[in-house]
């Protein structure tokens, strides 16, 4: 597991708990980090909706650099599956 991925699960883990879904974000080249009512984990299981984007777009969804509608409208941010779990997302990112 890369040092991407587990900072990724340290910096959601607790936000993440009592998420309403299952959600993955797939950072290229890294891993997977999975988000269901339990919090945050390294894993690849399947998840209503399935983000996908490079370590520099994902870090910058993180700190608040990148606006993720921005990211997808521009296409640096990919998302496959459920829309409203997404969009659900959002409170865990800010």
Do not use: C, H, Q
Request: glycine share 12%; hydrophobic share 45%; charged share 25%.
């Amino acid at each position: 597991m890369s040092k991407v991925v587990n900072a990724a699960v340290a910096a959601l883990d607790a936000k993440a708990k009592g998420f309403d879904g299952t959600a993955k974000f797939v950072i290229e080249g890294e891993g997977s980090v999975y988000i269901d009512a339990d919090g945050a984990r390294a894993d690849d299981a399947e998840a209503d909706v399935t983000l996908t984007a490079s370590r520099e777009t994902f870090e910058g969804l993180l700190n608040g650099e990148v606006n993720p509608t921005m990211a997808f409208m521009t296409g640096k941010l990919k998302v496959d599956g459920s829309m409203g779990t997404a969009m659900k997302l959002g409170s865990i990112l800010s």
